[in-house]
């Protein structure tokens, strides 16, 4: 059974970078054909894709954040990673990773395992 | 960016009630669209990808159907533990945008 774990500072100051890392166990980062994305929830709002990464470090970022994210993966720790620059108080929320699969065609994915959610507040 | 609207945006329903709740693309994203539950406090969980597709361990009540801009998730009997909420994400084009939720509460 794959599971993800989120980690990092919860309280991050303004103007600063948000770092975050997802854990990957049950399962090795780099087999099959997966990409391994984060998504945020402000509280009380709905769901933002942020970006995704696939294990060769192939990424698709959301054009509202491009300029001040940074997804990246370590293969040997099976772990991905979030940086996120120039934070202010609108990045307040709850950050997910999640892992992208794609159906026996080949042709649609879906996030099917996601993290319990870590949340991080801008503040100084 | 792909704008996916969903309605109704809070639903009340009864054990046993069957409910529909609709998401709309701003442009044709074919079967790119994955539905997926949420209760407070927790991660969302995927319930049917590639529009219609079940995925696997999600109990059979739960269907979806559409393609092009219009889709629908169905529960034929709602549960005491279908009380969420709901979202669609279509993942056709960058960004994979979600649509704003459905709230479904108990009657």
């Known amino acids: 059974q794959v599971q993800l774990q989120e980690s990092g500072p919860g309280l991050v100051k303004p103007s600063q970078t948000l770092s975050l890392t997802c854990t990957v166990s049950?399962?090795?980062?780099?087999?099959?054909?997966?990409?391994w994305s984060w998504i945020r929830q402000p509280a009380g709002k709905g769901l933002e894709w942020i970006g995704r990464?696939?294990?060769?470090?192939?990424?698709n970022y959301n054009p509202s954040l491009k300029s001040r994210v940074t997804i990246s993966v370590d293969t040997s720790k099976n772990q991905f990673s979030l940086k996120l620059s120039s934070v202010t108080a609108a990045d307040t929320a709850v950050y997910y990773c999640?892992?992208?699969?794609?159906?026996?065609?080949?042709?649609?994915?879906?996030?099917?395992?996601w993290g319990q959610g870590t949340l991080v507040t801008v503040s100084s | 960016d792909i704008q996916l609207t969903q309605s109704p945006s809070f639903l009340s329903a009864s054990v046993g009630d069957r409910v529909t709740i609709t998401c709309r693309a701003s442009?044709?994203?074919?079967?790119?669209l994955a539905w997926y539950q949420q209760k407070p406090g927790k991660a969302p969980k995927l319930l049917i990808y590639?529009?219609?597709t079940l995925q696997s361990g999600v109990p059979s009540r739960f269907s979806g159907s559409g393609s092009g801009t219009e889709f629908t998730l169905t529960i034929s009997s709602l549960q005491p533990e279908d009380f969420a909420t709901y979202y669609c994400?279509?993942?056709?084009?960058?960004?994979?945008?979600f649509g704003p939720g459905t709230k479904v509460d108990i009657k």
């Open positions: 999640a892992r992208e699969n794609y159906d026996s065609s080949g042709y649609y994915p879906a996030s099917d395992y």
């Open positions: 049950g399962g090795s980062i780099s087999s099959g054909s997966y990409y």
């Open positions: 990464i696939y294990t060769s470090g192939s990424t």
């Open positions: 442009q044709g994203i074919s079967s790119y």
């Open positions: 590639a529009a219609s």
């Open positions: 994400q279509q993942l056709n084009s960058y960004p994979f945008t």
